[in-house]
């Protein structure tokens, strides 16, 4: 078979309404959205490394995100190293109404009814492992490098893909539509995965297909320059603030969050600002308490 010019791709998006928000003292912001594509309603966990994205939304915001997939390093109570794969969003934004999407004349993006609901995916890679534990499913590993690092992800097969699968040769370059699917009951990020509906072979790639090593990537977009090896750590804690229990770096960012909350919100719809202390707390205020969630 003829080697071919890789393709690389890894691409998540994410539209559904959020249900819950979570900050970390590292600085990052972890946001559950409840989306009802694929015909299932699903609690899908993402993880934000640039906070000033996220926190300016609020439970029952109906949002489009944008995002990647790759592995997170975690070491737990014994000292021991794992990998989770976890979904990092790259940008979100307010989803506009279904009529933008007709009407040619301009009319307000917000308010109405929001477009409908989103989960998908697209990977392009290169095969790294194949692993078939019954006949009903195979577990398929792509390695998609993007400069200095490599994102590895597993993809779980089945039906009449996971026998297009398991006849995959490590090497091959394959490219893979997917949904990310979550048990019912957790919302913890390791009980995520990502499952096929799409699958093709470009046939094998001009790169050496390289095993995979776990972890992979970095916790931190800040730690990538300090990390030829793409090794990856959980940086020590930032002392609290004895008063707000926020560490100095998400306090000032969370300050400057909130500042544009209001902003947005003021220039959207003006009623709503008036109204916002009765409906919910402020970013800030989030924070302190490190989480909140829906309990309608």
Known sequence: MENTKTVLKNEIHIAGTVVSMRMEERGNCILVIRSNAERQIRNIQLRFYDINQAIIFRVGDHVRIAGHMQNRRTQDAEGNYHSTPTI?????????????????????????????????????????????????????????????????????????FQRAAANLKEGENVAVSCYVSVLDDTQRESRQSLVCTDLFSYGESDEAPKAPEEPTESLQPEEEANNDKNESFDPPAVPANPETGVDAFSEKTLQTANSNYEERHSENNPAHVETANAQMQYPFQRAQNNYYEETT
């Open 88 to 160: 990092v969003g790259d940008s979100i934004a307010v989803s506009k109404r279904r009529l933008t999407q007709i009407l040619d004349e301009s009319i307000p993006e917000q308010g109405g009814g929001a477009q409908a609901d989103e989960n998908w995916g697209v990977l392009a890679g290169i095969v790294t492992s194949i692993r078939t534990p019954t006949d009903k499913v195979t577990f398929l590993n792509i390695r998609i490098p993007s400069g200095r690092r490599d994102y590895n992800c597993r993809v779980t097969c089945l039906g009449r």
